[in-house]
């Protein structure tokens, strides 16, 4: 499996971004649940929205009305549209395969990508 995420960079309070990123080997993408995750500095995992094989999005509190998780089977790519950023959604974000897990109350995207840098900032 491999994940390969873009599109991070810097913005301005109220700014828009859209990762993407590139799913390929040994899954099917199209079947697949999917997830966005975050890290922020000196902080874990933070769970940010799953794609379910049945097509349904859930989002955290933390940006459900803001972010949007799509996908697009036929290009085996999946995309996070971030609006009205942030200070606090400055992390590094990940793609991931499934839906991760909760272990001691602590969040594991699982198997994910390199991650791409969001900051928000004035």
């Known amino acids: 499996v491999q994940l390969v995420e873009s599109g991070g960079g810097m913005v301005q309070p109220g700014g828009s971004l859209t990762l993407s990123c590139a799913a390929s080997?040994?899954?099917?993408?199209?079947?697949?649940?999917m997830s966005w995750a975050r890290q922020a500095p000196g902080k874990k995992f933070e769970w940010v929205s799953t794609?379910?094989?049945?097509?349904?999005?859930f989002y955290s509190s933390a940006v459900k009305g803001r972010f949007t998780f799509s996908k697009d089977n036929a290009e085996n790519m999946m995309y996070l549209q971030m609006t009205n950023l942030q200070p606090e959604d400055t992390a590094v974000y990940y793609c991931?395969?499934?839906?991760?897990?909760?272990?001691?109350?602590?969040?594991?995207?699982?198997?994910r990508g390199q991650g791409t840098q969001v900051t928000v900032s004035s």
């Open positions: 991931a395969v499934g839906p991760g897990i909760y272990s001691g109350g602590d969040y594991d995207p699982g198997t």
């Open positions: 794609f379910w094989d049945d097509g349904s999005a």
């Open positions: 080997g040994g899954f099917t993408f199209s079947s697949a649940t």
